[in-house]
C-alpha cells in the first residue's frame, strides 16, 4: 500500500524548485500521471511541472496490524503535508481521504454541518448574492418608462421628469437629436436599437438609464436617494441560489435524494407523506429517529388545523389573518404544555363554516389535555336566540355592468375565469386555502392597478407574486381600485382617527376661532402636534419620550414637560366650549359628534366614524393601538368621507378582505349598511368574507373550492345567494340554506 499526498496548489510556483523542496522534505518518490519517478532524477523538476497530477509518495508498506503504528504516522504525514488530503494507493485500487468534508467527485471542500448551516438568517446559511432573502433588486423598464405610450418629450423616462434632472432632459434632447432618435415618437414606436441605447448606452455627456441609475448606487447612503432608486427596482429571484435562500454548500446536502429548499417547497401533506417513506440505513434511523418523531408530530399538527396546503417556504406575510392563527394553534398544539391558559381572539377568523367544526375539534383536544382555552368571540344571547338577525334584502341590485377575468393563473389557480358584476356588492367565499386571496389580491387587484395607474404596487416591489390572466375585460368602467385592507394606518403615535379621516383642520380652526387665540394670534396650526408652534417641544407633540433601553424593547413614557398633553400651557388655555384641544381629543368620537352637530363638515366626518361602528374611538386615540379590524373600518370610513355622485370619475372598485373580523353581529348589520351605500354611490364592493351574513346579502356570490391548495382553486359555483344556496355541489350553499 501506497500512503501519498496531492501537491498543493500553492506549491506550483515559477520561482520555486519543487522537487528540491520535496527532497529536503526527506520525499524520495512521486508518482507523475500515475507513474512512480525517484525525485533525485536529473529530469525530476522538469516532469514534476509537466505532470498534471503530482502525487507526494509518504510510505511503502503491506497493509498489517503489525503495521498500525508506522501507517497511522504516514496517514498523518499526508493530511500534514497535502493540506488535509491524503490518497492511499492499493493494488489499483485509490482512494481519497479528506480532513474536512469534501466532494469525492470534485474535491470541492465543505464547511462542517450544523443546524445553523441551513438558515438563511445567519450569515453562515445565507446564499451572499441575495443575504437569505431569495430576491435581488433589479432596475425593471415597466418601472423606468411607465407609459410607454409618451414620447421622450412627454417625459416617458419617469427618474428624468423629477425637477432637479432638468439637465439631464436637455442632454437627452440634444443627444437624441445628434442620433436621430425622434423626441416626439412614442416609446413604444421607438426601434429597439434606439431603446436600447437610451438604456444602456453612453455617448459623450450622455449616460443611458440603467448606468445612470447604477452610478446613483455609490450614494445609496442618503436616504432621497435610496427612496428614488427603490421606485424602479423589483425584486427578482435571486440568480445564484434560484430562490433556495441558502450557500450551495447547504444545498448540496441531501436527504432521500432531496436538498432542505426541496423539503420546505412541499405542502404540510406532502412532507407528512415523504417523512413517512423515507429509506434510511439503521445507523443513519437510529441518529434521526427522534429528529424525524418530531417533525412528523409538528407535520401531523400543520395538517390537522386544516394547513395541508400550505407549503413551508411560504412567506407569512402572504397568509390571512385565519391562516397565521391556526399556525399559532399548531404550534401550541406541538409544544404538548399541560396546565396552560390559552387565550384566542376570535379563532374563526377566516374559517368557513365547513373549517369551523374542525377548529373546534382542535381547541377540545387542548382542553382535554389539561389546559384551560378561553375563546374571544362576538356572538350573544339576542343573535343565538333569535330575537335579532341580520336580514335578507328584498331584492337584489342588477349588474350595471361586467368584470371578466379569463385565465387567471398563480398559485392553484390554473385559468380561472370568472366575472363580477359592477354596481353590486360581490362576495368572495370558499373554503380556507381554496384561492380567493390570490384570486382578489393578487391577480385582480394588482392587474387592475397595472392599467389603471401604469405602475406596478408595492407589493410586487417586495418580490411578492403577482398573478397574470389571458385576458380582463371591462375594467375601463372602474375609474379606480381601493384595496381596504387591516394594515395599520400608521405606524407612530402621531397617527389617529381624526387626523386619519381629514377632520383635525377643521377642528384645529374652531378653536383658532375663539376669542383668545384671536387675541393672541393663534393660527389654526397652534393647535396642531405636527409641527413647531403650539405642540410641547420636549416630546415633540407626542405626549410622550421614547427611552431606548439598548438590548430590550424601548420604553414610552409621559412627558414630564406636558405631562402628555402634547400642548403648551397657553394653547392648553384656549378653550372650546370649556374644553382645551387635549380635552376634545380625549373625547369618543360619539360625545365630539353630540357636540359638533352644528359643525356641518366636521360632523359629517365624524358620522362616518360612526357609521362603521367606530363611536368608541378616542379622537386622538394613537393608530398602534388600534385593531386590524378597527383600522380596516377606519379606512372605510374614510373611503365613504371621499365616496360621492355617480360620475365615471367617482365609479370605484373597492377590495375588502374579511371586513367583519373582530365586529360584533350588530356591527355586522352596521357594516352592511355601510357597503350597501358604497354601492349606493355608484361604487363597486367586492369582499373576501365567509360570514354568512354577509354572504346573504350580496348581490353575487363567487365560490371558490371545493377543497384547498390543490384540491382547489377552481369556481365551484357564482350567481345570487338563492342560486349558491340551490347548488348541491356547493359547500357554502349548504349553510346558506340554513340561515337565509
Known amino acids: 500500500m501506497i500512503i501519498a499526498f496531492p501537491l498543493p496548489a500553492s506549491a506550483h510556483r515559477p520561482d520555486v524548485e519543487v522537487a528540491a523542496q520535496l527532497r529536503a522534505a526527506g520525499f524520495v518518490r512521486a508518482q507523475l500521471d500515475g507513474v512512480v519517478a525517484r525525485l533525485e532524477t536529473p529530469d525530476a523538476e522538469q516532469r514534476v511541472r509537466e505532470a498534471q497530477e503530482v502525487l507526494v509518495v509518504v510510505d511503502r508498506l503491506p497493509a498489517s496490524d503489525a503495521n498500525r503504528g508506522r501507517l497511522a504516522d504516514a496517514v498523518a504525514t499526508a493530511f500534514n503535508e497535502g493540506e488535509g488530503v491524503a490518497v492511499a494507493l492499493d493494488n489499483g485500487d485509490r482512494r481519497r481521504f479528506s480532513a474536512h468534508p469534501t466532494c469525492s467527485n470534485c474535491g470541492t471542500a465543505a464547511p462542517a454541518l450544523s443546524p445553523i448551516l441551513f438558515s438563511f438568517n445567519n450569515p453562515r446559511g445565507a446564499c451572499p448574492a441575495c443575504n437569505g432573502f431569495g430576491a435581488v433588486l433589479e432596475y425593471d423598464e415597466s418601472l423606468i418608462v411607465p407609459h410607454p405610450g409618451k414620447s421622450l418629450a412627454q417625459g416617458a423616462l419617469a427618474p428624468w421628469t423629477k425637477p432637479r434632472y432638468e439637465g439631464r432632459r436637455r442632454i437627452v434632447r440634444e443627444t437624441a437629436r445628434a442620433k436621430g432618435i425622434p423626441f416626439d415618437t412614442p416609446w413604444a414606436d421607438l426601434t429597439k436599437k434606439a431603446r436600447h441605447f437610451l438604456l444602456n448606452g453612453a455617448s459623450g455627456r450622455f449616460l443611458g438609464m440603467l448606468p445612470f441609475l447604477q452610478r446613483l448606487e455609490a450614494k445609496r447612503y442618503k436616504q432621497y436617494t435610496r427612496v428614488f432608486l427603490r421606485q424602479y427596482q423589483l425584486a427578482k429571484t435571486c440568480p445564484a441560489c434560484g430562490g433556495a435562500r441558502l450557500k450551495p454548500e447547504a444545498l448540496a446536502v441531501r436527504v432521500g435524494e432531496r436538498t432542505i429548499a426541496d423539503v420546505a417547497a412541499l405542502t404540510a401533506g406532502a412532507l407528512r407523506d415523504w417523512i413517512a417513506a423515507l429509506q434510511l440505513t439503521p445507523f443513519q434511523r437510529a441518529v434521526a429517529v427522534h429528529i424525524l418523531a418530531?417533525?412528523?408530530?409538528?407535520?401531523?399538527?400543520?395538517?390537522?388545523?386544516?394547513?395541508?396546503?400550505?407549503?413551508?417556504?411560504?412567506?407569512?406575510?402572504?397568509?390571512?389573518?385565519?391562516?397565521?392563527?391556526?399556525?399559532?394553534?399548531?404550534?401550541?398544539?406541538?409544544?404538548?404544555?399541560?396546565?396552560?391558559?390559552?387565550v384566542l381572539d376570535e379563532p374563526t377568523i377566516g374559517l368557513h363554516p365547513a373549517d369551523t367544526g374542525r377548529l373546534l375539534g382542535l381547541l377540545r383536544r387542548l382542553a382535554d389535555g389539561g389546559n384551560t382555552v378561553v375563546v374571544a368571540g362576538t356572538l350573544t344571547g339576542q343573535y343565538l336566540s333569535g330575537e335579532k338577525r341580520i336580514g335578507v334584502p328584498s331584492a337584489r341590485r342588477p349588474a350595471r355592468r361586467w368584470l371578466e377575468v379569463r385565465g387567471a393563473r398563480l398559485h392553484n389557480l390554473q385559468g380561472v375565469d370568472t366575472r363580477i358584476p359592477l354596481g353590486t356588492l360581490t362576495a368572495v367565499t370558499g373554503v380556507s386555502g381554496s384561492g380567493k386571496s390570490t384570486l382578489v389580491h393578487d391577480v385582480l387587484f394588482r392587474q387592475l392597478e397595472s392599467r389603471l395607474t401604469g405602475t406596478h404596487g408595492a407589493k410586487q416591489h417586495l418580490g411578492e407574486p403577482v398573478g397574470q390572466v389571458e385576458a380582463l375585460v371591462g375594467w375601463e368602467a372602474i375609474s379606480d381600485v381601493v384595496l381596504v385592507d387591516q394594515a395599520p394606518i400608521g405606524r407612530t403615535p402621531r397617527s389617529n382617527p381624526i387626523t386619519y379621516i381629514k377632520a383635525f383642520d377643521e377642528l384645529r380652526a374652531l378653536f383658532a376661532a375663539e376669542p383668545l387665540a384671536r387675541a393672541r394670534a393663534y393660527?389654526?396650526?397652534?393647535?396642531?402636534?405636527?409641527?413647531?408652534?403650539?405642540?410641547?417641544?420636549?416630546?415633540?407633540?407626542?405626549?410622550?419620550?421614547?427611552?431606548?433601553?439598548?438590548?430590550?424593547?424601548?420604553?414610552?413614557?409621559?412627558?414630564?414637560?406636558?405631562?402628555g398633553k402634547r400642548f403648551k400651557e397657553d394653547v392648553l388655555e384656549v378653550k372650546l366650549g370649556g374644553s382645551s384641544i387635549h380635552d376634545v381629543l380625549e373625547w369618543t368620537v360619539d360625545r365630539a359628534l353630540a357636540r359638533f352637530h352644528r359643525q356641518p363638515r366636521l360632523a359629517r366626518a365624524l358620522w362616518h366614524l360612526q357609521q362603521v361602528g367606530l363611536g368608541y374611538l378616542r379622537l386622538g386615540q394613537p393608530a398602534t393601538t388600534l385593531s386590524g379590524g378597527e383600522a380596516q373600518r377606519l379606512k372605510i370610513a374614510r373611503e365613504l368621507a371621499l365616496a360621492g355622485g355617480k360620475s365615471r370619475a367617482g365609479r370605484k372598485l373597492y377590495i375588502l378582505d374579511e371586513p367583519t373580523t373582530g365586529l360584533h353581529l350588530d356591527d355586522v348589520r352596521t357594516l352592511c349598511r355601510v357597503l350597501d351605500r358604497l354601492v349606493d354611490a355608484g361604487h363597486s364592493v367586492l369582499v373576501i368574507e365567509h360570514h354568512l351574513d354577509v354572504v346573504k346579502r350580496a348581490d353575487w356570490v363567487i365560490e371558490l373550492g371545493p377543497g384547498a391548495g390543490d384540491a382547489g382553486g377552481r369556481v365551484v359555483a357564482q350567481g345570487t345567494p338563492e342560486d349558491i344556496a340551490r347548488n348541491a355541489d356547493s359547500p357554502t350553499g349548504r349553510y346558506l340554506r340554513d340561515i337565509a
Do not use: K, W
Open 523 to 563: 393660527p389654526p396650526s397652534t393647535f396642531s402636534f405636527n409641527v413647531a408652534g403650539g405642540r410641547c417641544e420636549a416630546c415633540e407633540g407626542a405626549g410622550h419620550v421614547l427611552i431606548d433601553m439598548v438590548f430590550l424593547a424601548n420604553v414610552f413614557v409621559p412627558c414630564e414637560v406636558c405631562a
Open 294 to 342: 418530531e417533525l412528523a408530530a409538528r407535520v401531523s399538527f400543520v395538517n390537522d388545523v386544516g394547513l395541508g396546503y400550505l407549503t413551508l417556504d411560504r412567506l407569512t406575510r402572504t397568509l390571512s389573518g385565519g391562516e397565521a392563527q391556526r399556525i399559532a394553534l399548531s404550534n401550541a398544539l406541538g409544544s404538548r404544555l399541560v396546565d396552560t391558559l390559552y
